[in-house]
């Protein structure tokens, strides 16, 4: 692995990082409509980044099956939704404004339930970040350098409010700036480790890879259809969060196929 791919998988966990250092800045907590504006953007860059960095690459590395190209990408798809489906139900997490605990019932302080919901968002974007850096690695046409470097670029991008969304909140209710910043970052910590254990399992199994990329794929959508987009909906002025969702849309398409 080398030094480029190193600090490619780490440009999102800088982008977590940059995010939660706000609480160094920023004297008020978050108003209801920037947190909806922040949520809605990410939730457009993960979307974008899941078709054209993750599905369309998984099909056209299928190729050779001709017209049943889609089944890779379909049963990698749908093994990470369900993987999110069933860490959403065996984690307990409360999601930020959340009144419900979802998950087990451990009877966890909500801030350490509010770390833990962001973490499963990070989880399928390092992983997303080290399947693209694999295709590159197996030296896959469709798959260069620049396009993995698009997606590490896209993802720290919508990183960015998501560090902030953790620290902001943990600031706001009376823990210290530094615990607060230093809970982003933990947050978003699982990210490279999740691209280096995915990027390390596509070097054993190299057909695995339009599985991993679709797997990617999936665990993200279901972020964004569970939890962001409910919550950049909330409220009044919701109008707020879409627009916010197609400016991320069309950051991270802009990003690959400009990059690519």
């Not at 780490?10 to 947190?35: E, H, N, Q, Y």
């Not at 990408?73 to 999110?84: E, Q, R």
């Not at 969304?165 to 209710?173: D, Q």
């Amino acid at each position: 692995m080398t030094i480029k791919i190193l600090l490619g998988i780490l440009i999102p966990f800088a982008g977590t990082s940059l995010g939660a250092a706000c609480v160094f800045f920023m004297k008020k907590s978050m108003g209801d409509t920037l947190r909806r504006m922040l949520t809605g953007f990410a939730a457009g860059v993960m979307v974008a980044a899941s078709v054209w960095s993750l599905l369309i690459p998984a099909i056209e590395q299928s190729s050779g099956m001709g017209k049943w190209a889609f089944v890779p990408a379909v049963i990698g798809f749908w093994i990470g939704i369900l993987f999110l489906f069933l860490l959403d139900h065996i984690v307990p997490h409360v999601h930020n404004k959340g009144r419900h605990v979802e998950g087990p019932k451990k009877g966890l302080p909500k801030t350490t339930m509010l770390l833990l919901a962001v973490t499963l968002h990070n989880i399928p974007e390092g992983m997303a970040v080290g399947a693209v850096y694999a295709g590159f690695l197996a030296g896959n046409s469709d798959i260069t350098a620049m396009s993995a470097l698009a997606l590490s670029i896209g993802i720290a991008i919508q990183n960015f409010p998501e560090g902030a969304i953790i620290s902001m909140p943990l600031r706001a209710e009376g823990f210290r700036k530094v615990t607060a910043f230093g809970s982003g970052i933990l947050s978003g910590a699982v990210e490279p480790i999740g691209a280096v254990i995915t990027i390390l399992a596509a070097g054993f199994v190299i057909p695995a890879l339009p599985y991993l990329l679709s797997f990617a794929a999936g665990a993200m959508i279901y972020v964004v259809v569970e939890d962001l987009i409910p919550e950049m909906s909330e409220g009044s002025h919701s109008n707020v969060g879409t627009m916010a969702f197609a400016a991320g849309f069309s950051v991270m398409m802009m990003l690959d196929v400009a990059l690519s």
